[in-house]
């Protein structure tokens, strides 16, 4: 239903140790949310449309030139 897809949030874990806790608390007001690897980021954003992205990863990842990066059609996106 249009209702329920107004209320969709991606959680793309870059290897955060919170990222649990940040879904649940999601959960407890009612929004719907999904876990997703890094690596599954791109695939899950064109799936489900969510109306927000949550970007879930340590301060390490920044500094890591080889490290995992967020996907271009979230970055392209226009969603919070």
């Known amino acids: 239903s249009p209702a329920m897809q107004h ?5 793309i874990d870059f290897g955060s140790q919170v990222t649990q806790l940040i879904a649940r608390r999601i ?21 489900m449309a969510p109306r927000g ?17 967020i996907p271009d059609n979230v970055l392209a996106a226009d969603v919070p």
């Open 7 to 11: 209320d969709r949030l991606l959680i």
């Open 27 to 47: 959960r407890e007001v009612g929004v719907y949310c999904e876990i997703v690897p890094f690596a599954k980021g791109a695939e899950a954003y064109e799936r």
């Open 53 to 69: 992205v949550i970007l879930s990863g340590s301060p390490a990842n920044i500094s890591d030139a080889n490290g995992p990066r």
